[in-house]
């Protein structure tokens, strides 16, 4: 992920944070991966007031 993921600002300038995002990465666990990366744009976007940062995201899947 970028910065922009965990630095979006929400309400009185709270950040998204890290421990936000694994939370959403775990409760999404086992989901295609396509999903997962849905998954942390909509909790940004429900999330942030204003996102002025870009935001990357590469979610692998190992399998061994």
Known sequence: YSD???EAA???RQQFG???ACGII????GRPVQEIVD???????AFALE?????TVVVVRCRG
């Not at 996102?51 to 935001?55: E, M, R, S």
């Open 26 to 29: 775990e409760a999404l666990r």
């Open 4 to 6: 922009g993921l965990t």
């Open 10 to 12: 929400g309400d009185k």
């Open 51 to 55: 996102q002025k940062d870009d935001i």
């Open 39 to 45: 998954g942390l744009f909509h909790a940004v976007d």
């Open 18 to 20: 890290l421990k936000r």
